[in-house]
């Protein structure tokens, strides 16, 4: 959802509410895609603050589907995190309609076109610096077999318990050669 801020960028001490409606089906990122299982509506407190910043302030919450870094089950992760943006509002002496809104926290930004700010890329911005470190389907989870793939969670497989090291053969074959009987 792109919402115009030209308005209130104008406005001292404006204040708006701007309800959006989280359109994401899918949060992509380098490591994969993610399917958003349950969103709520946002509600963005947007307010020109003397005329000098836009500040743009919310709480979003979503659900996303995430595979176990141990075993790969599918877990619902909750994910809620608040949006606190300060936009500082650039133009010229003579023409303060030019200009735009410029993030100094960021170097760049895709959310960011002017006065026009894309809420849904803001969002997902916003999720990929909230990520979780680790995801896990429950603390004691035992991952899967090295060897045959099976989840330990479900049982115990019929794999060897240790597998020795390959490049440990030539020393293994010593100590079993003067072994004491």
Partial sequence: MKIDLSMIAKSINEETEAEVEISLDMFRSRLGNFPITEKAP???????????????YGTVSVTVKVPCARCLEEVFVPVRFDIDKQLRIAGTEDSPDAGALIDDEMEETDYLHGFELDADQLIHDEILLNWPM?????????????????????????????????????????FNEFKEV
């Fill in 42 to 56: 946002v509600t963005l407190h947007i307010r020109n603050e003397e005329n000098a910043v836009v500040r743009i």
């Fill in 134 to 174: 680790k995801v896990l389907c429950r603390d004691d989870c035992k991952g899967i077999c090295r060897v045959c793939g099976m989840n330990l969670n479900k049982g115990a497989c019929s794999c060897p318990e240790t597998e020795p090291d390959p490049r440990m053969a030539a020393i293994q074959d010593i």
